[in-house]
């Protein structure tokens, strides 16, 4: 019994007035008797304190204007202030802008791209300027040498190179260049045989050879004249004995 | 419950401030009010019933029920009232009163009466210590207030289901304090 979970029939049995049926509910009866007589209400002082603010209240709440609670005074209402009601003031709180660690990654990222975005603006990436690099190599010959120097490309005409097109009359243009270059070779063969001629001439420097080579000149044009012009020697180193 | 069939005339008068409505009711239900204010250790239980007839004039347009149903309201009110009081007896530290107010407030009859009370209080006191909060609030609901298992699981707010188990609960703790001796009864 003492240990069961549920209404006791006993209990209630006691509460509604009946008399105990086993010692248990006498005693507990007994209990009951000891409790509402521990706490008895003897009539207070504060009662009649109590009644006239209950009913005071009553009337106010019930009324409201009735002659008996209403204000003596004949003004309609309260004075108003000068300065009016008092104005409502905004407080606004603080709170730290990083505060969430979700707002924290946001603003890491927004870091990242706009530096990473700024270095793609600039062409400042990695892997950005190598395609850009080989379109704006111009394949020029040296003309001395003949041989194709590799000269970048002025970076004003970079950006040219980005379209198909103008990759196109890029290559047109190179071909252009080596059959300019191929012309010019060709029309400069003389010329270099000439230059070849005079570097052979320089190579002398002297006068002698400068003499001989005139008569060597002379001498190829008159070859059949040797004969004359050894025969002039002769006569000459005739004369200069 | 002895306004009975008269209750809803009573009731009716009070919502219009009458006087003699509110008077039949505390006269009606503050004894009950107090004694269940002073049993669940109240610090002034007569401010309790005073401040629960108050909120009762406020919220009496907007009660709907009968006299039992009245009566749970008010114990409804005074036992919000009750934690409150137990809370703000936590927050802040309490001035002890002048000897003149204590003399004045206190008790007015005999010396050998008021000593028979309190040890029979004492007495309680130290079964219902042994006792759960809710138990011992069930159990005072019940036996000092009257009401039924339904009304109490109201002013508690909880299920019929746990109030009954309170209370067994409650009992099973008192049989064995009263099979101990604790108890003179």
Redesign the interface.
Same mark, same amino acid.
């Given at each position: 019994?003492?240990?069961? =979970?549920?209404?006791?029939d006993g209990?209630e049995r006691l !509460?509604a007035g009946e008399t105990p049926k086993t010692p248990?509910e006498q /005693? @507990?009866g @007994?209990?009951?008797e000891?409790?509402?007589?521990?706490?008895?209400?003897?009539p207070? !002082? #504060?009662?009649e304190?109590?009644?006239s603010? =209950?009913?005071q209240? /009553?009337? !106010? @709440? #019930?009324?409201k204007g009735?002659p008996a609670v209403r204000s003596a005074s004949k003004a309609d209402g309260r004075a108003r202030h000068a300065s009016g009601l008092p104005k409502r003031r905004r407080v606004i709180m603080k709170v730290p802008l990083m505060r969430s660690l979700a707002a924290k990654v946001v603003a890491g990222l927004v870091v990242l791209m706009s530096m990473f975005g700024g270095l793609a603006l600039a062409g400042a990436l990695p892997g950005q300027g190598s395609g850009e690099d080989e379109s704006g190599v111009v394949q020029i010959q040296d003309v001395e040498s003949n041989e194709p120097v590799e000269t970048e490309a002025p970076e004003t005409e970079a950006p040219e190179t980005k379209d198909a097109d103008d990759q196109g009359e890029n290559q047109d243009a190179d071909d252009q260049a080596e059959d300019v270059n191929d012309d010019q070779a060709n029309d400069n063969q003389g010329e270099n045989e000439d230059a070849d001629d005079q570097g052979d001439d320089d190579q002398g420097e002297d006068a002698d050879d400068q003499g001989e080579n005139v008569n060597d000149d002379q001498g190829d044009d008159d070859q059949g004249e040797n004969e004359d012009a050894d025969d002039q020697g002769d006569n000459d180193q005739g004369e200069q004995d | 419950m002895a306004l009975g069939e008269s209750f809803a005339g009573v009731l009716k008068a009070?919502?219009? %401030?009458? &006087?003699w409505a509110?008077?039949a009711l505390?006269a009606d239900t503050?004894? *009950?009010l107090?004694?269940?204010a002073?049993?669940s250790r109240a610090p002034d239980p &007569? *401010?309790v +019933?005073?401040e629960t007839?108050?909120r009762a004039?406020?919220g +009496? %347009?907007s009660f709907e029920g009968d006299e039992r149903g009245f009566r749970a309201w008010l114990f409804t009110l005074a036992r919000n009232r009750i934690v409150d009081e137990h809370r703000k007896l936590v927050r802040r530290r309490t001035d002890p009163l002048p000897v003149e107010v204590l003399v004045e407030?206190g008790p007015?009859?005999d010396a050998e009466t008021e000593a028979m009370?309190a040890l029979? &209080?004492d007495?309680?006191r130290s079964?219902l210590d042994r006792l759960t909060p809710d138990q011992r609030d069930v159990l005072l609901l019940?036996?000092?207030g %009257?009401l039924t298992?339904e009304e109490v699981a109201t002013v508690v707010r909880k299920k019929q289901g746990a109030v009954?188990?309170l209370?067994?609960?409650g009992?099973?703790a008192?049989? *064995?304090k009263?099979e101990l001796g604790a +108890?003179t009864?």
């Open positions: 019994m003492s240990g069961s =979970i549920g209404p006791d209990f !509460l248990e /005693a @507990l @007994l209990f009951l000891d409790v509402r007589g521990a706490f008895q209400a003897e207070s !002082l #504060a009662e304190a109590h009644l603010a =209950i009913v209240a /009553a009337q !106010l @709440l #019930a009324d009735e | 009070a919502r219009v %401030g009458a &006087e509110w008077r505390y503050a004894p *009950d107090l004694r269940y002073r049993a &007569e *401010d +019933v005073g007839f108050l004039v406020r +009496v %347009g407030i007015h009859a009370r029979a &209080e007495r309680i079964v019940r036996i000092l %009257g298992i009954k188990a209370q067994a609960r009992i099973a008192i049989r *064995d009263i +108890v009864l």
